[in-house]
Structures are given as C-alpha cells and as structure tokens.
C-alpha cells in the first residue's frame, strides 16, 4: 500500500495536469468566441453610413473603372495613398487605357513607377494587359474567378476589382482588413497565417451574400479599407471615439485594442554591405543595367560593390575595369530597407579622365551618359536616392512633384 506521502506527489501531478486542461479549455473558447462567434453582420449598416459621409475624395474613386481600380491597387500595396496619387495621375495620363499598358515599352514603364519600388508588379500589370488584349477582348473581365488568372492578381485585388468597378459581392481583404475585423471582434489568430485570411474572406463573404445585410458590395469593401486607413490606424492609437462600431467592438470593450492584431515577428532582415560609385567627369555617368532576374531587375543603378571597400581598393577595381581614376571622395553613408534585405551604403564620387568617355563602352553592362538624359530615360531605385541627389539628380515621386510644379507654372 502506498503512504500518503508517497501518492501526495502524483495527485499533485494529477491536478497541475487537470489544471492546464482547464486553462488550455478555456483558451480554447476564448478563441472560439472571436471570430466565429461575433455576429459580423452587425458592422454592416453602421460601417456603410460611415463611410457614406467620411469617404476621401481619391482620383481613383471619382470614375471607377475597372482599369483604374486595379493600377490604383497595385500601387496602394506597400505605398501611402497620398504618395500614390501623383504616380496614380501621371500613369492614367500616359496609358490610359489596357491597350497603352500592353503596348508600354519596358523602360518607359520602369520610369513611370520609378520610387514606388516592386518593380515586379509592374512588369506583372503589362503582362496582365497583353492577357486582357488577348483572351478577353481587351475588356477587363469583372468575374472574380477569371481576374484571379490574371499575372500578379491575388485575392484581394481581384477582389477590390470585382466589388468596386463591377458591384459584385466578393471580399477584399487586404492588411487593412485584416486589422480592423481582428480588432472588432478581438480575434487574436495570427493575421501572418494564409488560413486566417482565407477564413476572414469566408466570413466576409458570407456577410456579404446574405440578403438581409443589405451590403453594397463597392461600399462595404471600400469602407472596410477606408476605416483601417483613417480610424482604426495600423500606428498609434485608434480613434475609437469617431468609429462607428465604438460601441459594439470587442478589443474596445476588453481593453485589448494595443495586443491587436496578432502577427508573428518577420525573420530579421539579411544585412548587405556595399560601396556605391557615382563615376563621372562633367556631365556624364556611369549606371550599371541590372540583370533581367531577382531583385530590382532590369533597372539602372550606380555602379556599386559587395562589402565596404577603402579608397585604395576602389582606385584599383575602377582600374580592373579599364579606366583611369584621378581623384576620389566620400560622399557618406546611407541605407536601404527592402522587405527581407537591408543594403548599408557607403558612397564615392570617382572622376575619371575626360578621354575615357570616348571609348563609352558597354564593359559590364556599364553605359555613360548624360545627367539629363538620365531624368528622361533611366529608372534608377530608390536606394540610391542619397547618391543621385549629390548628382541634383531628382527620382521617383520628387520628380513627379517638380515637374507638375513646373507645369503649373
Ligand atoms: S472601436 Fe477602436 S479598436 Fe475598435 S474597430 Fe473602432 S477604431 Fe478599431
């Protein structure tokens, strides 16, 4: 027979287990009480009225083509709306329509979307418009299905396209979204997870399809986007006083607005060090054209090295390539945040003799020209913004600025 103290052990192990069972059962309601067990149908009516009266004027809203809503959304991704706008405007005035973008050489296109960054996704719309000219008349087509065979459509853009341009009932959820849906039913899912999005769209659309919610499609899903950007903000405080489900959101009422939404942490970002070289005598300069794959493809940048090189070391790999440096200078540090790679930067000016112009060859993939002739023809990235700016060399959404300043004039 066992003692008492000998068994007191095991039923405090038996209990500490009955314990977590509890807590565990317990966490396990919660989470089932979020999402799932929030009548979504309630933040109809409020949310549209809302919108109704708190909607900004964007120029992409004031006619809602199809066309328009989808280059608009391509650009909103990663980018602010006011800093869309301008390159928003530009775009729409030089193709205005699927036929122009699919006909768009490739460095007028690269230009156009100079500093917006994802070079990809513009390179996508081109070959998304040569689709639409080919198997849908030129037309863009409003079922969601068909749009989601388009290059570089995603749920959400097919869905922002077949809501806002056609009124069809479809959810677009996007980070805006995912927030503001989080936060009113106090879900605290991983919003990093691909199942928790589809599972949000699935509720969405089931609010959305149900007769009696009254839901305009176009109004509902803008609204959504509209709140997340204005009011339930993704940095700093929400306005909690002005939204208009202040009284029935669950993070609001349980104190829990600051924990959400859940994200997972990103992997740190992968550290590059480079030297950046403006090569140049007078007015002209040296831009390397990238290669036509991986990251910032096909643009035209600053000649530039792996790893922080001295000024010794620069004077001899300019001479490895076959010119005569005369003179070199620092022209500081900078750095570069992409999604999954910082490049840290140290630049220098390198003037190079006067004569090596002539032989402006193309030693890899290294063309020289004119300051001037850059601005027009050549879309440089963001990166180097510190550097073209030694060069009063003005790119991406500074340019659009100065030159509808100018026009103004
Ligand atoms: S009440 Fe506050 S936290 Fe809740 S949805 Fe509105 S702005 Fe966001």
């Not at 775009?91 to 156009?112: G, T, W, Y």
């Not at 899912?189 to 009254?214: F, G, P, W, Y």
């Amino acid at each position: 027979m066992l003692s008492y103290n000998k068994i007191s052990p095991i039923i405090y192990y038996c209990k500490a287990i009955e314990f977590v069972d509890i807590i565990y059962e317990k966490i396990l309601k919660e989470r089932e009480i979020m999402i799932d067990n929030f009548e979504l149908k309630q933040l109809v009516e409020p949310l549209q009225n809302w919108f109704k009266g708190n909607a900004r004027v964007l120029p992409w809203r004031e006619n809602p083509l199809g066309y328009y809503v989808w280059i608009s959304e391509i650009m909103l991704q990663q980018t602010r709306v006011e800093a869309v706008k301008p390159y928003f405007e530009r775009f729409i005035k030089e193709l205005p329509d699927v036929k122009s973008l699919a006909e768009c050489p490739e460095d007028k296109l690269l230009k156009l979307w100079e500093g917006l960054g994802y070079y990809n996704r513009v390179r996508n719309l081109k070959v998304a418009a040569n689709q639409i000219m080919e198997e849908y008349k030129g037309e863009i087509p409003s079922d969601y299905e068909e749009l989601l065979k388009l290059k570089g459509i995603g749920n959400y853009t097919a869905g922002a396209i077949a809501s806002i341009a056609y009124g069809k009932a479809v959810p677009a959820v996007d980070g805006n979204v995912l927030r503001v849906i989080s936060r009113v039913t106090a879900d605290d899912s991983d919003i990093m997870k691909q199942s928790v999005r589809a599972h949000m769209e699935q509720r969405l659309l089931d609010v959305m399809c149900d007769e009696n919610t009254k839901v305009i499609p176009s109004v509902f899903n803008q609204a959504l986007m509209e709140l997340g950007a204005m009011v339930c903000v993704p940095n700093g405080t929400p306005h909690c006083e002005v939204c208009p489900w202040g009284e029935i959101c669950e993070a609001r009422k349980q104190n829990r607005i600051a924990e959400l939404p859940v994200k997972k942490k990103a992997k740190a970002r992968r550290v590059e060090e480079k030297t950046v070289l403006i090569i140049k005598d007078g007015e002209k300069l040296a831009l390397h054209k990238r290669a036509k794959s991986g990251l910032l493809a096909g643009l035209y940048e600053l000649p530039n090295t792996e790893g922080y090189l001295t000024e010794d070391e620069i004077i001899e790999y300019v001479k490895k390539k076959g010119y005569a440096p005369i003179r070199i200078q620092s022209v500081g540090e900078a750095k570069h945040i992409f999604s999954h790679v910082e490049w840290h930067m140290k630049g220098y000016v390198v003037f190079l003799q006067a004569e090596e112009f002539e032989d402006a060859g193309k030693k890899d993939n290294w063309l020289f020209v004119d300051v001037e002739e850059t601005k027009e023809k050549y879309a440089i990235p963001s990166a180097f913004v510190k550097y073209t700016e030694y060069l009063n060399l003005v790119i991406g959404k500074e340019a659009i600025e100065l030159s509808s300043e100018r026009s103004s004039m």
